[in-house]
């Protein structure tokens, strides 16, 4: 029941003026009840005063009354009924857009006592004569659907919706096909699922296909989307087929609107698996790379979208931009988020030809003054030393360049990728360990001193004071952190297998300490298991610690292939900006893990974008809570509060995150194991498997960038944590 | 697919809430000014937060945001927030904070126009005009016959134009403007040049013409079947046209047909990255001496005929973050430096073709403790050629064609321009 408002305080001066007997007066006194609306404040007790309104000559007058009573019908359905009649009059209008209006609003009231009246209105309104309304009517019946399927299917509204696909008009051809797919969305997403008979299902057929062709050179922008977007959904019967809608979706290649042109590249990727003239597949992937370079000069959240796109489209189609790598080149003025990807796919353009403008663009980034941008840009240098072997001589010289400059977190992400380029070119640039052992005091990150640490036990041999600079970490070993103590101590033994005679000190003194004084059991366990070794076989220890490891190499695609199939059926969406499958991020947040795992991992392409992920992940379940706090009835058996941490790792991407940080120190002690019993590299990977964390990795990974423990390891690819940790132990 | 449609000020407070549909509650809104405007390290325009994702464009200090939960086309929404913004331009010919609260009612009708159930719906500005206006309507049996022709324009296939334009003088003003991006390395040597061009159309032409536009002879738009182009020829990457311009005709036959819509319209973008003629050549010396001065040579000269010249040249000469005093010298127009923004903003108001103008300055630093190097942002030129194309490009003809076979004028104006795209590092 409605309460009036009290007869004082601005709601009662509002009724009063709404009851007014000037127009205008009541005019902007709607207008104020909709401003406060807008801004929160409930004005939800003028309802009977707004509705008087109602009846009136004035448009204007009349859209804000029904924006008012989409607002509030939910909360007064009593009241609601007195609309009706104005409802209907009005859906019998002469002017056009007064019915459409009328038919568009009683869609949006989702007062069930309106909804019995919408029916017949609306089988009038799909049948007008004016196109205007039948695209608004063609919407509605999606609403309607959305509230009550039942009447949609008794009514027969959905063969009517139809037939309107031949309409003569093409605007209301677009809305019906987005009438279509929305109630065909809805059916889908139900439980139980829909059976294939359902008629709210959506299948496209080859006639429904080549009216979609027709209607397509016609309608607005936004309703070629739509179009396009069926057409993907199209299953093609034989490659004649797929060509043909290729050939008719390419012109869509020019138009202006962004979104068209993905919808298009979209429509393309699908057909042209089908596609099995190989002349064609590659003029039809020529005519694709102009339009999406055009898109980088679009507004930046638009550019943002093509770049993730082009970052998949990349991983598909290698040759797509081969040589438009300048056109990625940042601008000083980018957004960072333009930048980081714009930086990622320069580096997956490089080749022989054009690393040099690569690695000159890159160092003048690594100059610049966002942190975050700077260390991409020197972690791009390595990724390209790796995947450009001609190229590494001239990116170790930029990197001791950047060295040179001093500045504190250059020189340690620097180091870092030195690291990397040790590992992919072992005993090639020795040189430079002096430049990086005289920086040694600047480093105050653990991935950084790892990195160093790592470097000095594997070229202890070569290096004259090794000895004295690991002991520098040995004696504060135990306020080191954790990956920093994994790392001294085998290095340190490294250095003792290589120099019995000058280490023997420093060697028994970090196990001592290690064993004795260290709170972290992996560190513990690992200091045992040296000792134990050393002390029976020096032999043996020395097949293991100093194995030989294969060399590292950068993954062309970072998303696991089935994946990637269906994300680039997917182009422009969500899912593909975040090259992750929608069930990740739609569906209420929490879904079971196993419909993950079936996905295959999802773990991204750096661990930078999966952590922000999570916390919003995180910071979203959150957020879920503080939204349903005001209608608590409702929303039974939905935890609020504590509980609703506690349901947290049954978040996909929660779960991710717990395992992939809980099993890390697991893995360690697996991969151990593992090697001990075969004391050779190749059992790593079966090791990593037996660390609990198989279904996270995927089976194609095979970068191994980092030898330290880390799970922030940034230029790991997709980093296989178990694999690491074996390979940094020997 | 959008959800709800807000538009935030800076300190987070609504000024527009439409939710098109009811997965969300009002309150969503909070959401977002606690994650988005209350944050100050926000690294991407889409934010999800469980199943909610945000879309955000930031337009004068507001925000303009669509919420989703559903696996949104981002890119249609992200266009769809720039479309209003353009509409919202048009109509109140700004969008800030003050003009969205004047005409709040206007825009929730707009919004309710173009968006139906979370789809974007016609959003061509000229027909929105010509029925949503800001004078009220009154609905009466005139109105309606009128609101019936309108409906039919809105929704047909040439849904941005009404088919009772009538002129006395008919006339189309085609506007050629060129953006030089330029990226020039310290060396000299020219990391990135290319033109973003537009062809803007003011069409006041009578009925429902018909129109047929030509560019230059040799256009070679795949770069695969480029031959030897030369002399009046140019190649453009990509285009890109407005809806009217039939996409099917142009890609068989090159041939830009269309029916364009009444008053101002973008009928063409292109894109062109060979032989781009860069207008202005900059050559900068900067050189460090010591830690307490920075001495600038700067020259530019108009490398364009000399019948031609630049207007409105600023040139934003970067100083380091401890900057004290400038000293300049220029022989042509005014230097001053901005310590606000930490450059030597050097205005130079007319270049003629051959001109070159010279710049030198000393800048007087005081001592920091902190050991970050100056990171040396590039300079930034910004200026104005009439009646020249960096690309090339130039337009042979346009021709109209009516059923009353009127008569009408052309006319074709060129402009290359840079603004904030022209760099040179140094």
């Known amino acids: 029941m409605s309460i009036r408002a009290p007869r004082k305080g601005e709601n009662y001066e509002l009724s009063v003026d709404l009851n007014s007997e000037y127009r205008d007066k009541r005019k902007d006194a709607i207008k104020k009840v909709i401003a406060s609306m807008t801004v929160g404040k409930d004005v939800s007790g003028l309802f009977p005063d707004v509705l008087k309104n109602m009846q009136t000559e004035d448009l204007e007058q009349k859209k804000l009354v029904y924006l008012y009573l989409m607002n509030y019908a939910k909360t007064q359905p009593e009241l609601v009924i007195l609309a009706v009649n104005t409802f209907v009059k009005d859906s019998e209008d002469p002017n056009p857009l007064v019915r459409a209006l009328a038919i568009r609003t009683m869609g949006c009231l989702r007062a069930e006592k309106i909804i019995d009246y919408l029916c017949d209105p609306l089988q009038r309104a799909l049948k007008d004569d004016n196109p205007y309304v039948r695209k608004t009517a063609a919407i509605c019946v999606a609403k309607l659907y959305d509230l009550k399927p039942e009447l949609v299917i008794d009514n027969g509204f959905l063969q009517q919706l139809h037939e309107m696909i031949s309409d003569s008009n093409p605007m209301v051809v677009a809305n019906t096909v987005t009438a279509l797919t929305d109630i065909h969305t809805n059916a889908t997403s139900s439980h139980p699922p829909p059976s294939p008979s359902d008629p709210a299902l959506f299948t496209i057929t080859s006639s429904i296909l080549n009216k979609l062709l027709i209607a397509l050179n016609e309608c607005s922008e936004w309703g070629r989307v739509a179009i396009l977007n069926a057409l993907a959904r199209y299953t093609t019967r034989d490659d004649k087929e797929g060509e043909h809608i290729c050939e008719r979706v390419v012109p869509q290649f020019q138009h202006a609107n962004g979104s068209v042109v993905l919808a298009a590249v979209k429509v393309i990727m699908i057909h042209m698996r089908t596609i099995r003239r190989e002349e064609l597949s590659k003029q039809l992937i020529r005519k694709m790379a102009p339009p999406l370079v055009t898109l980088l000069s679009s507004p930046p959240e638009v550019q943002w979208v093509a770049l993730r796109n082009v970052n998949l489209l990349l991983q598909k189609q290698q040759d797509l931009l081969s040589n438009e790598m300048r056109v990625f080149f940042c601008k000083y003025n980018d957004p960072l988020y333009v930048k980081v990807e714009k930086l990622d796919i320069m580096v997956r353009l490089a080749n022989d030809s054009n690393v040099d403008a690569l690695l000159s663009e890159l160092k003048e980034y690594a100059s610049e003054v966002d942190v975050d941008f700077v260390r991409k840009s020197i972690k791009a240098i390595g990724q390209t030393a790796i995947s450009i072997e001609s190229s590494a001589e001239r990116c170790v010289n930029v990197l001791l360049d950047l060295i040179g400059t001093r500045v504190s977190y250059v020189v340690q992400e620097a180091v870092v990728v030195m690291k990397d380029i040790f590992r992919k070119y072992p005993s090639t640039y020795e040189g430079v360990i002096p430049t990086l052992c005289a920086n040694l005091e600047e480093l105050d990150e653990p991935e950084a001193k790892a990195s160093l640490i790592w470097i000095i036990g594997e070229y202890a041999e070569k290096i004259d004071n090794a000895d004295e600079l690991l002991s520098i970490f040995v004696d504060t070993f135990t306020e080191e952190s954790y990956q920093v103590q994994l790392q001294t101590l085998t290095a340190v033994v490294k250095l003792f297998l290589k120099k019995p005679d000058s280490s023997q000190g420093v060697v028994q003194r970090v196990l001592n300490t290690a064993t004795k004084d260290c709170e972290s059991p992996d560190v513990r366990d690992r200091a045992y298991i040296y000792w134990r070794l050393l002390s029976t076989d020096p032999g043996a220890a020395k097949a293991v610690v100093l194995a030989h490891r294969p060399p590292i190499s950068i993954p062309r695609i970072t998303v696991p292939p089935a994946l990637l199939e269906e994300l680039l059926g997917e182009v422009s969406s969500l899912a593909s900006v975040y090259h992750k499958p929608a069930e990740t991020f739609i569906g209420h947040g929490r879904i079971g893990a196993d419909s993950v795992q079936r996905k295959g991992a999802e773990l991204s392409d750096d661990r930078f974008t999966a952590q922000k992920a999570l916390q919003t992940v995180v910071a979203g379940q959150q957020a879920e809570n503080l939204l349903d706090f005001d209608d608590a009835p409702t929303q039974e058996g939905e935890p609020s509060g504590l509980a609703a941490t506690q349901i947290l790792p049954s978040s996909p991407a929660a779960a991710n995150f717990l395992s992939g940080t809980s099993t890390n120190p697991l893995d360690d002690l697996v991969s151990i194991f593992g090697g001990m019993s075969a004391s050779g590299v190749g059992s790593g990977g079966n090791g990593g498997g037996m660390g609990g964390l198989g279904s996270v990795s995927p089976p194609t990974a095979s970068y191994v960038s980092s030898p330290l423990d880390s799970l922030t390891s940034p230029t790991t690819a997709t980093t296989q944590n178990p694999q690491e940790d074996l390979l940094g132990l020997f | ?426």
């Open chain 2, 1 to 426: 697919m959008i959800s709800a449609f807000f538009i935030f000020n800076q300190k987070g407070e609504v000024l527009i809430s439409r939710l098109y549909r009811t997965d969300f509650k009002r309150s969503i809104a909070d959401v977002f000014r606690i994650q988005v405007v209350s944050n100050s390290d926000v690294r991407s325009p889409i934010i999800t937060l469980g199943s909610t994702s945000f879309f955000h464009v930031r337009v004068n200090n507001l925000y303009v945001v669509a919420v989703t939960k559903t696996n949104a086309n981002a890119a249609l929404v992200f266009e769809y927030c720039y479309r209003f913004i353009t509409i919202a331009k048009s109509y109140f010919g700004k969008v800030d904070e003050e003009s969205v609260k004047n005409n709040f009612v206007l825009i929730y009708e707009l919004i309710d126009e173009i968006n139906d159930f979370g789809y974007p719906q016609n959003s061509e500005i000229d027909t929105l005009k010509s029925y949503i206006t800001t004078e009220s309507v009154i609905s009466t049996a005139h109105a309606a016959e009128e609101s019936a022709k309108i409906t039919m324009q809105a929704t047909g296939a040439t849904s941005w134009r009404r088919g009772d334009v009538k002129y006395k003088k008919n006339e189309a003003f085609v506007d050629v403007v060129e953006t030089v991006n330029l990226s020039m390395s310290a060396k000299g040597t020219v990391l990135r040049a290319d033109v973003d061009g537009h062809i803007q159309m003011r069409a006041y032409l009578s009925g429902t013409p018909e129109c047929k536009f030509g560019l230059n002879d040799k256009l070679v738009i795949d770069k695969h079947d480029r031959g030897a182009s030369g002399g009046d020829g140019v190649e453009l990457d990509d285009c890109r046209f407005h809806q009217c311009v039939r996409l099917n005709e142009f890609d068989s036959d090159r041939l830009i047909s269309f029916i364009p819509p009444d008053g101002e319209f973008e009928l063409m973008r292109y894109r062109a990255t060979s032989n781009v003629k860069l207008p202005l050549r900059v050559i900068a010396t900067v050189n460090e001496i010591g830690t307490s001065q920075v001495s600038y040579t700067v020259s530019v000269k108009a490398n364009f005929g000399n019948k031609l010249s630049a207007t409105d040249v600023v040139l934003r000469i970067p100083t380091p973050l401890n900057t004290t005093i400038v000293d300049c010298k220029v022989a042509n127009g005014k230097a001053k430096y901005v310590p606000a923004e930490n450059v030597v903003i050097w205005k130079i108001p007319r270049m003629q073709g051959g001109q070159e103008c010279t710049f030198t300055a000393s800048a007087e630093l005081t001592s920091t403790t902190t050991r970050q190097v100056w990171a040396r942002p590039p300079i930034d030129v910004d200026f104005q050629v009439l009646m020249f194309t960096a690309s090339g490009l130039i337009v042979r003809f346009l021709k109209v064609f009516e059923r009353s076979n009127y008569h009408s004028i052309k006319w074709v104006r060129y402009l290359t321009k840079a603004s904030g795209t022209y760099q040179i590092r140094f």
